[in-house]
């Protein structure tokens, strides 16, 4: 059964710095990953998808990298600001057709 | 823009009660999925649609039932709502693809249910 962990579960940091995030999955027979944000009693927003043949996806100030042999992913913020603040969510789409969500990671950004 | 509605953003229900919660795309999406997210657990699949008239068991359908009479409309069913349901309900839709992965979930902004 595939299990997904995001570390840390929190993370509070002050602007403009770069962070990181982590995530990583037991099963590598995946057909992509994503990362989703979830701003407080709201839906989840697709930030990035990299499907099971790329290795990284770039939006803006986001990267998100995927080493599927290893089970990884990072998603990498550049230069922080307050309205980064929200739960961001790692997600594998498996050989089962279903998402497998990790539990979270809570990002604070203090001005 | 993809926008995926849900009918309610708060519902109060007392035990016993059969309990609806409505979801509506305007993508034309073909899979529709209903999710629950609970602190400490995650999000997790409670049924999924491919199809009119189709529906497919998640990882927790117990207590849950579906309908999708409509392609645009992915009805969850609480036939008799228990505490242990109260959670928050999270409705997403995608299109299909001979890709599998390609695409992304559409999420709606959520119905926070309270059974009492």
């Known amino acids: 059964k595939q299990e997904v962990t995001q570390i840390p579960a929190a993370l509070s940091v002050p602007e403009g710095e770069n962070l990181v995030l982590n995530c990583s999955f037991t099963?590598?027979?995946?057909?992509?990953l994503q990362w989703f944000r979830q701003d407080p009693g709201k839906g989840l927003t697709s930030l990035l998808l990299?499907?099971?043949?790329?290795r990284e996806q770039t939006s803006g100030r986001l990267n998100a990298s995927l080493d599927k042999s290893s089970g990884r992913s990072t998603l990498y913020i550049a230069a922080s600001q307050p309205g980064d603040s929200a739960t961001y969510l790692c997600?594998?789409?498996?050989?089962?057709?279903?998402?497998?969500f990790g539990k979270g990671t809570l990002l604070t950004v203090n001005p | 823009d993809v926008k995926v509605t849900q009918s309610s953003r708060y519902l109060v229900k007392r035990t016993g009660e059969k309990v609806f919660l409505e979801c509506v795309q305007d993508?034309?999406?073909?899979?529709m999925f209903w999710y629950r997210q609970d602190p400490g657990l995650g999000l997790r699949l409670i049924y999924f649609?491919?199809?009119?008239?189709?529906?497919e068991k998640g990882d927790i359908p117990e207590g849950y039932s579906v309908s999708r009479e409509k392609k645009e409309r992915f009805s969850l069913i609480l036939e008799s709502a228990s505490t242990n349901q109260t959670s928050m309900y999270l409705c997403?839709?995608?299109?299909?693809?001979?890709?599998?992965?390609?695409?992304?979930?559409?999420f709606g902004p959520g119905t926070r249910l309270l059974v009492l």
């Open positions: 997403a839709s995608s299109f299909a693809t001979l890709n599998p992965g390609s695409e992304t979930q559409y």
């Open positions: 099963d590598s027979a995946i057909y992509n």
């Open positions: 990299i499907q099971s043949s790329q």
């Open positions: 997600a594998v789409y498996g050989s089962n057709y279903k998402l497998t």
């Open positions: 993508m034309d999406h073909e899979n």
């Open positions: 649609s491919y199809d009119v008239k189709m529906k």
